[in-house]
């Protein structure tokens, strides 16, 4: 049995879990609400302030799904309730961020700015000119969009220049050093 797969999720209190024909489960709460269609072969059931979710066999594919599912409708749970957010860090001379409405202006060294604007239901905050919070109630278009952001001056490993998550750790490298 999948030990993921079979723990209950509990649903805290302003939350409500609905599942609809085709496993489509909404899940509304105080920051929001948050739907997405689930495997079929699995069931899940909603008893008082918990949801179970059960496969139906033992196959490999159905024992995967399994914990996928509960992991999926755990983090729906968690994002109505408390949100989702990741910390981008930029470093390097020169290198900053703007934010003016919802477009966030990176300064990464390039001949021009890039600009990025907020998908819908995600929010950027910037603290100073080089902390960027990424927040939104979907944890995957959270980290989908700070993935994005990271990726236009990903970290070097020589000066450490460019865009990093919060809590990554840079492995560095020793430079040239001279002719004797």
């Known amino acids: 049995m999948s030990r993921i797969g079979r723990m209950p999720i509990a649903i805290p209190a302003g939350v409500t879990v609905e599942v609809a024909e085709n496993n489509k489960v909404t899940v509304k709460g105080p920051k929001g609400t948050l739907e997405r269609v689930l495997p079929a072969e699995m069931t899940i059931t909603v008893e008082g302030a918990t949801v179970h979710v059960a496969r139906p066999n033992d196959l490999k594919k159905m024992k995967s799904l399994h914990g996928l599912t509960r992991s999926l409708i755990h983090n729906m749970v968690v994002g109505v309730t408390e949100g989702y957010q990741k910390r981008l860090e930029i470093n390097g001379v020169g290198y900053r961020a703007a934010k003016a409405g919802k477009v966030l202006t990176l300064s990464l060294g390039f001949s021009h700015p890039v600009e ?24 995957e278009k959270v980290g989908q969009f700070a993935a994005d952001i990271r990726d236009k001056k990903r970290p070097e490993p020589y000066k450490g220049k460019g865009i990093k998550y919060a809590d990554e750790v840079i ?9 004797k």
């Open 116 to 139: 990025m604007t907020d998908p819908e239901g995600i929010e950027t905050v910037l603290e100073g000119q080089n902390v960027i919070i990424v927040k939104g109630i979907d944890k």
């Open 171 to 179: 492995r560095r490298k020793v430079g040239k050093t001279g002719k």
